[in-house]
């Protein structure tokens, strides 16, 4: 299983390879986004048994399908248009 330094290297990783600027906000994005399959530890957590909630609903395709037409809604809304 991936550990919390793999996903964000990966993000990361994406950020560089697709952006144009330096704006740290995009690296907070590609960070947090890169780390959304796993905030499912948190509800177990509350329980006492971090992987009592893991590898649940955050990891389907369906999840992996609204984080991607989610994170491409953003990106067309924050692109600058040409005057």
Do not use: Q
């Amino acid at each position: 299983m991936p550990s919390p330094v793999a996903h964000s290297l990966a993000g990361a990783a994406v950020w560089r390879a697709k952006s144009t600027g330096r704006r740290w906000t995009g690296l907070a994005v590609a960070l947090i986004a890169a780390n959304l399959p796993d905030i499912d530890f948190l509800p177990g957590l509350a329980s006492g048994n971090v992987n009592l909630y893991h590898h649940g609903p955050t990891h389907t395709l369906v999840a992996l399908v609204a984080v991607c037409l989610a994170a491409y809604g953003v990106a067309v809304a924050l692109h600058e248009r040409p005057g």
